[in-house]
């Protein structure tokens, strides 16, 4: 028992969580050091990103290193400080898309998504995790045998990170900030060093252009090679999403308003997106230099010295082993804690989306229980992989991409529903370049879809199951009566000690409609002429959504007394307003239904994808299930 509610523990706390994606934060930070929680994930890719660049693209590697620099800043930038602007409570793309896309297509969309952005958070665990343990094994001080047990170490780095999260991952912002400065100062002397030596030995640079030239005479087919390989190149792009996702932890304007739109908060999100792409910008494409200049292209090739570890190789070969080991403790630590970035990011988007979908199970709001699932899928893809950074390269590219091509497309849609012809315009070709992206890298490297499929029928699948199992919980996470309903309320308690509604589906609303239902009820359920009845109309909504707030509204109409209240799922809607009418009232109250004629097999597809059916059974199970007591349950009649 004590087990069970150490791992259930916040289960009952909404889409609380843990780590740098949290929705709310007790403490906001500067814009540049809420800028290292992004670089823990987006600078750590420096620990590969060379190498596999110099794997992909040869000796183009600093040609095609410029297109992906040009991509960044005019196209992924532009695209996430929109992002910013419009999604400013940390959800960011996916959550644009889903307002976009309203009713089951947007829910379905997003489903897909999910599974991608699982897709890129899980393989920035295990790609960050494996390149980890390849700079402890290629360091000189470390034990031989090390580079023989690549898998086991990779397992031993996740189940550290997994083991950190169960205890409770805290607010790491010192930590971050520490590893970010350090990491990046380190990553700065030996790129300087490095273009030190390729200005003290120009012929490296003359003989990279005579072998680059003997291989491509024309400078347009290396630029047209550069722009095929460019997809290869996407971890680059890794850093955005998570940016505009750690935007609740900005420091905003003292007058910026907390339920409004924070412009102090925005413009931070703005400076720290525009800060990490122009820093990142500017040693993507030194390194790329560097590292194509100074290391033999065969040191790139699995097995060789440079692969996945490009920087490190040029800080042992020209700073010493003493400062290359300085630098691999940096990059291991930072590779490590880019991992529990990546977690954190799992623990946001699940407890965010699936259970407000309906489409999780109760323990999903927990965050033990997803650190143990994820933990697991990590040991799975680096057993699959056998922990090998080259190879998990192209799922990570796809992950990467859907989402930076989704939130492409979300600003296109939002700027032509705001009537922006020219950023319209803009966000629509930036968009097309990243679906090209996309789909080349998909057909160059489909494991990333394959993975990402995986996670895509596994979420749907068990979000179905769940959205059948939970079907008669109530829904509203809160409910509210106005003052005209509880006056109704109150008045049929105090004189009558009862508070009889009689369920009516919204029609035309005319007197004799009201008058005509009135008299069925009252005869056919034996209503007492003395006992007053009000109505309870439920307005339709997107059926879709599973919790929702609810505000019950009181009406006269044609001299008739009227509940009303807007809601996407009848029944459980329904069962929400006599439990607050019973609470009110302080009376256990009543209400009268009309049976359904339809077959009972259809009205349970109905109500399972559109919110209605076969209402009073599943209103009375609804209650069943939410009021053990009989004594306090609303009663249900049908005639």
Known sequence: MRLRRWMLHGADQGASHQGPHQ????????????????????????????????????????????????????????????????????????????????????????????????????????????????????????????????????????????????????????IAVGLVAVFLLLNAVVVAVALWHVFERPVVATDWWSNLTAQHSNPLVMIGIALVVFPKLALGLSGFETGVAVMPQVRGDAGDDPKGRPEGRIRGTKRLLTTAAIIMSTFLITSSIATTFLIPQQEFQPGGGANGRALAFLAH??????????????????????????????????????PRYGMAPQWARATRPLVIIFTLIAFAITIIFEANVDAQGGAYATGVLVLITSAAVAVTLSARRKQQKKRTIGFGVIAVVFVYTTVANVIERPDGVRIAGVFIIAIVVVSLVSRVRRSFELRASSIELDATARRFIEADADQFSSVCIIANEPGAGTAEAYRSKGREERRDSGIPARVPTMFLEVLPADSSDFEEDLVVEGHVVQGHRVLRVRSGNVPNTIASTLLAVRDIAGVVPSIYFEWNEGSPIQNALRFVFTGVGDVAPVTREVLREAEPDVHRRPTVHVS
Not at 55 to 83: D, K, N
């Open 23 to 174: 929705v709310e934060v007790e403490k906001t930070h500067s814009w540049w050091r809420v800028m290292c929680l992004t670089g823990v994930d987006y600078f750590s890719t420096l620990g590969y990103q060379p190498a596999i660049a110099a794997l992909a693209a040869g000796l183009l590697s600093p040609i095609a290193t410029i297109v992906l620099v040009l991509v960044t800043l005019f196209g992924a930038l532009p695209v996430y400080r929109r992002v910013a602007q419009d999604s400013f409570k940390g959800a960011g793309s996916i959550m644009m898309l889903e307002k976009l896309l309203p009713w089951w297509a947007g829910k379905l969309f997003v489903l897909v998504l999910l599974g991608f952005a699982v897709t890129d958070f899980m393989i920035t665990m295990t790609l960050s995790a494996a390149d980890a343990t390849a700079h402890i094994a290629e360091n000189p001080f470390t034990p031989h045998w090390f580079t023989e047990i690549p898998v086991p170490i990779t397992l031993v780095l996740l189940l550290l990170l997994g083991i950190v999260f169960l205890r409770g991952f805290k607010e790491a912002i010192g």
């Open 317 to 354: 070969e020209y700073l010493g082993n003493v400062f290359g080991s300085v630098y691999d403790v940096s990059t291991v630590a930072i590779l490590w804690f880019a991992g529990a970035s990546a977690m954190a990011g799992l623990l946001n988007l699940v407890p965010r989306f699936l």
